[in-house]
Every structure is written in C-alpha cells, then in structure tokens.
C-alpha cells in the first residue's frame, strides 16, 4: 500500500491530490486547518482511507508530534511507499515591499516555507531506516524563477522550496529509499487564482495576464494538475533533486 501524507487538504488542488490518491488505493493522511466534507464524501466511495488532522501549519511547533503520530499510524499498514506532498500554502500579501504588513510577511514565510521543512525533516527522521520507499514532493511554481511585481513573498518562498529541495537531495544523495522533487502545476483553478483576480492592479500589475488565462479557458484543472503532480511523484525517470514543471514536462 502507498501511503500519503497532503497538507492543504481543505480545498483546491490538495482536495484533488488527495481525492486521486484515495481512488488508487491509498492510505491519506490530510493536514489542514478544517475539515472537507466534500474530501470526506469521497473517501467513502473510494478504494483508500482517509484520516484528518486538523492543523494550523503556523504552529510549527506542533509539528514534529504530528508527524510522529502519522508515521506511527501509517506504518500499522504494510507500506511500499511514503509519499509526503507539501502542498499548502498562502498567497497574501500582495503589494509593494515597502508596503507590506509585518504580521502577514511573517505567516507567509513559516507557512510557506518554514513548515514545510519542519513536517519534512520530521517526517524524514520519524522513517530513518524505513524498508518501504519514500517520496517528498514540494509544490513550486513557476514565481519561483520568474519575478512578478507585488509578489516579494511568494516568489521568494517559492525559490526557497525550489532550493530546499536542491539541498535535500545533496543529504540523502546515494540513499535510494528516497527522492524528493519539486513539482510546479501550472496555472490551476482554485481559490487562489479567484484572489489573483481581484487584487487592485496597483499591487499587482500582472492581473490582466491571469484574467486573460481565465477567460480563455488555460487554466488547469484542479483534478487535471493533481493526476499530473502525483504521475510525476511515481516517474522513476525523474531524478531526485529536480524541479519539474508539468506543463513542460508531460505537455
């Protein structure tokens, strides 16, 4: 059995992630801050299980005690493969540097970056020594390498998961039980595309671009990216360490 450890499951493409894990037969373990009847619904009609942790990821001191906790419960099950996906994250703020609120700057740093290396080295050290596979797969995006006007604190988080990732791959290089990818979408339909749209164009230049992408109908699907993100997890032709972007990579 495959096991799955989804944060962001409360919505958006970390629904589909997990919705498309649960239909091949997985063991999922969401992490969000509420809970997803939709989510649970589906988990009734599927092949897997599902089981939710709610969570605020800001608390990263929580952290490691809930990675404990899964592990354990996961590791009740005869694993072939732990597949963490560090798929939550915020977008806010928006705006100019010199603009930006203290408070909101600091949430989006340890939700988008520090909690996603805290739950991984948690989970990491929680299976040192594990016989099944492991997996790490950290949600990118094209922001990471291309800087938008307004965008400070997700560019620059999203070029930090790009570079942890990097990094992971150096400490575990010649450990063949694991692999750690980073995985950009592309451009999916979720509630974070709706607040993109509506921002001031003042704070962010660049909303007619994805207003435009709305309109013509370029936007992925949340279940299309999430087939595509967990394919590219099981790519045994994807070496550990490297960034993929779908679109590019599967057309």
Not at 6 to 22: D, H
Not at 184 to 199: F, L, S
Request: net charge neutral.
């Amino acid at each position: 059995m495959r096991g799955f450890i989804i944060t962001g499951t409360s919505r958006g493409l970390g629904q589909a992630l997990a919705e498309q894990a649960l239909r091949e037969g997985g063991a999922v373990h969401g992490i969000a801050r509420n809970r997803n009847e939709q989510l649970e619904r589906s988990a009734g009609q599927a092949e897997g299980v599902l089981t939710h942790h709610v969570a605020d990821l800001n608390e990263v001191e929580r952290i490691p005690q809930l990675a404990g906790e899964i592990v354990r419960r996961l590791e009740s099950r005869q694993l072939e493969e732990l597949v963490l996906i560090n798929n939550a994250g915020v977008l806010d703020p928006i705006g100019p540097v010199a603009e930006l609120e203290p408070g909101l700057l600091h949430r989006h740093i340890t939700v988008n970056v520090t909690a996603l290396m805290q739950l991984t080295g948690a989970v990491l050290a929680q299976t040192h020594g594990a016989a099944y596979r492991r997996t790490v797969v950290n949600i990118s995006s094209g922001a990471a390498a291309n800087p938008y006007y307004g965008w400070a604190p997700y560019c620059t988080a999203k070029a930090a998961v790009e570079m942890f990732t990097r990094v992971l791959a150096v400490e575990y290089e010649g450990d063949r039980s694991l692999r750690v990818l980073s995985v950009a979408p592309g451009v999916v339909d979720t509630d974070m595309q709706a607040r993109i749209r509506k921002t001031d164009e003042r704070r962010f230049p660049h909303r007619p671009k994805f207003v435009h992408l709305k309109e013509s109908g370029k936007l992925y699907t949340t279940e299309h990216a999430a087939e595509l993100v967990l394919r590219a997890a099981g790519d045994e032709h994807i070496e550990s360490g490297q960034s993929v972007d779908v679109r590019a990579h599967y057309g």
